[in-house]
């Protein structure tokens, strides 16, 4: 599974953007997927997942600002963040989990840079 990632940026603070997860397979059998963030020296953190349910988990900093949603037909998953904040600046990664064989696997994409300004 390969995931490319895009729709990162420069954004003043109070601004808005949307990150796009594009997968190489169709994401109907997925058990999850979602995004992370990172910033330096600090370990990655859980931003928003969706499960194949439809079920979304958010982060509490990130709670009625941002949104998750998948488009199966596009087999991509979108995180809508708006109201953003310089505490959002981070690399977000996509993620999505897989069951291979009976085994949960876990893929990353390359992670995209968001950067909010004050």
């Known amino acids: 599974v390969q995931l490319q990632a895009s729709g990162g940026g420069l954004v003043q603070t109070g601004g808005s953007l949307r990150l796009s997860c594009a997968a190489s397979?169709?994401?109907?059998?997925?058990?999850?997927m979602g995004w992370y963030r990172q910033t330096p020296g600090k370990q990655r953190e859980l931003v928003a997942i969706?499960?194949?349910?439809?079920?979304?988990n958010l982060a509490d900093s990130v709670k009625g600002r941002f949104t998750i949603s998948r488009d199966n037909a596009k087999n991509t998953v979108y995180l809508q963040m708006n109201s953003l904040k310089p505490e959002d600046t981070a690399v977000y990664y996509c993620?999505?989990?897989?069951?291979?064989?009976?085994?949960?696997?876990?893929?990353w994409g390359q992670g995209t840079q968001v950067t909010v300004s004050s």
């Open positions: 993620y999505a989990q897989v069951t291979v064989v009976l085994t949960a696997m876990s893929y």
């Open positions: 397979e169709g994401i109907r059998r997925f058990n999850a």
């Open positions: 969706i499960n194949s349910g439809g079920v979304i």
